[in-house]
């Protein structure tokens, strides 16, 4: 089981998500069906890490936030069209 820690973030939009990753940090989501959105900012070496290993996509996470775990499932993953990155990640309440 994989363990990703997160922060909340404030700012919302494409002008912060850039911010974000300039600073080597990854923008993300997590919803679900009758539950809050959560905007989130997570360290972006350490999910890359984690996502080559082939059971990061088959099986559900724990994102901790602010002391909190949420078990989640990665929804989607958006990547750079030709550079080792990550953009951004949506993950879904199980």
Same mark, same amino acid.
């Given at each position: ?11 919302k939009g494409k002008s912060a998500s850039?911010?974000?990753?300039? $600073?080597h940090k990854l923008p993300a989501i =997590?919803? +679900?069906? *009758? ?10 070496? @350490? ?10 996509? $088959? ?5 901790? =936030?602010? +002391?909190? *775990? ?10 750079? @069209? ?8 949506d993950f879904l309440y199980v």
């Amino acid at each position: 089981m994989f363990i990703i820690d997160g922060k909340i973030r404030n700012k919302k939009g494409k002008s912060a998500s850039r911010c974000l990753r300039l $600073k080597h940090k990854l923008p993300a989501i =997590l919803y +679900g069906k *009758k539950k809050h959105n959560l905007a989130i900012e997570l360290d972006h070496d @350490s999910v890359f890490n984690m996502q080559l290993k082939h059971n990061f996509y $088959k099986k559900n996470c724990y994102l901790v =936030l602010e +002391g909190i *775990k949420y078990l989640v499932k990665i929804k989607s993953i958006q990547r750079h @069209s030709f550079k080792p990155k990550l953009l951004h990640i949506d993950f879904l309440y199980v």
